[in-house]
């Protein structure tokens, strides 16, 4: 899936913003992406204090651009903007101290068209990168909500695929934004080469059991299906029924999903949480994420567990996404 991913970025010139330009991690993959001259670099931070940390490292960012938010000569026109996108909620002041820190500076320097994307996280929560996305890059037109989902890769070739939304975001969604986390997940499912048959979880299947949460599943499967004409979704449904064949046709016959699906939709997050993490624990999948979606720019999060290889791939993916 990488290989396919890189060689789509040598066609392009895109660059991708780092927040937290002195953590080793970040520089390791930052030199890789400019060795292999996939991405444009940005890296946030005191210059002497990268260009040290990337020496101690060994980490060639000879290509990448230091921006150092204290000496940032654009920083004026940056604090008129963000007044503006917070429409009354922050004064000039507020903003200008926000914009010292890393994660709303590096957000507005794509707000401001200096960068594509933006991959942060790797010493703070996904909060705190998810608020200043929500703040100053907003929602796409008829998006309501951020979400995500999770790439789940399995194989020598990470040939096995499957999408998996929301895990990570939206703790109790109600039918339409699951309408929307599953129209998302579908637009990212495709970017990653997998063609997706959707499948509305539950722990029912075709209205075997009765609770609020399965009648939840029920609509919000049937107004995504009016929404998406053109791709196969089916639900409610539980997980094996979803991917054997056997069971799937057993209990949902006729369903063009039940028993091959590969694109999964959570009832709340506890149950996308857990379930990808257990895909990746016992499954022996790879988990890429949480890719955050709907928002009008790019802008994903790291785990604060990473390490250097998965920031690299991380920054594959946030950079695919534009």
Do not use: W
């Amino acid at each position: 899936m990488f290989e396919q991913l890189a060689a789509t970025l040598k066609k392009t010139r895109r660059t991708i913003v780092f927040t937290e330009g002195e953590d080793a991690r970040i520089l390791d993959a930052a030199a890789r992406l400019l060795k292999e001259d996939l991405l444009d670099v940005l890296l946030v931070g005191p210059a002497a204090s990268i260009k040290a940390a990337a020496e101690k490292g060994g980490f060639d960012i000879a290509k990448a651009k230091l921006v150092d938010p204290a000496e940032y000569p654009e920083m004026d026109a940056m604090v008129v903007k963000m007044v503006e996108l917070r429409k009354g909620k922050m004064s000039a002041e507020e903003c200008r101290k926000a914009l010292q820190k890393s994660n709303y500076f590096g957000t507005m320097l794509v707000k401001m068209g200096k960068a594509d994307c933006l991959l942060g996280g790797a010493t703070y929560s996904t909060a705190d990168t998810v608020r200043p996305a929500l703040q100053l890059i907003k929602t796409k037109p008829g998006n309501t909500i951020v979400s995500s989902c999770f790439i789940l890769t399995r194989g020598e070739k990470e040939e096995e695929r499957i999408a998996m939304g929301d895990c990570a975001i939206n703790i109790h969604p109600t039918e339409d934004n699951l309408v929307e986390i599953a129209a998302e997940t579908v637009k990212c499912a495709r970017t990653f080469g997998i063609d997706p048959k959707v499948a509305f979880l539950s722990f029912s299947t075709k209205g075997s059991a009765k609770d609020d949460t399965v009648t939840m599943m029920q609509n919000a499967c049937a107004k995504t299906k009016a929404a998406l004409p053109d791709t196969p979704v089916d639900g409610e449904m539980q997980f094996d029924a979803a991917v054997s064949p056997q069971v799937g046709q057993l209990k949902f016959p006729g369903s063009p999903v039940a028993g091959y699906a590969n694109t999964f939709i959570f009832p709340d997050v506890n149950a996308g949480n857990i379930g990808y993490k257990i895909a990746q624990r016992l499954g022996g999948f790879n988990a890429y994420g949480p890719i955050l979606l709907g928002l009008n720019a790019p802008i994903n999060d790291l785990s604060r567990g990473c390490n250097a290889s998965e920031v690299y791939k991380m920054a594959l993916i946030t950079a695919a996404l534009i």
